[in-house]
């Protein structure tokens, strides 16, 4: 039997921060907006992950990522 992936804070937010640097999505907009990014089957993993990390769904991705770094600037 497969298990699901397990989503670490550190994971979601690399993937969070990936988006925002691609452009998919805001910082402005709230955490649940990266479900869309996320496979269904997965998302429960991950809500429990943020949740257990003391984040809501409605706090703003920018709350998830922290301030921007440049690397190479």
């Known amino acids: 039997m497969l298990q699901s992936a397990q989503y670490s804070l550190n994971m979601i937010q690399d993937e969070a ?3 925002v640097r691609r ?3 805001s910082r402005q907009q ?3 907006i990266l479900c869309q990014y996320i496979p269904a089957r997965e998302w429960a993993f ?3 992950e943020l ?3 003391n984040f809501l769904l ?3 991705i920018g709350d998830l990522v922290g301030r ?3 690397e190479n600037d």
Do not use: F
Request: with cysteine; hydrophobic share 25%.
């Open 58 to 60: 409605r706090d703003r």
């Open 51 to 53: 949740e257990r990390c």
């Open 46 to 48: 991950v809500e429990c």
């Open 17 to 19: 921060r990936e988006l």
């Open 30 to 32: 709230p955490i649940y």
């Open 68 to 70: 921007e770094e440049w």
């Open 23 to 25: 452009g998919k999505v």
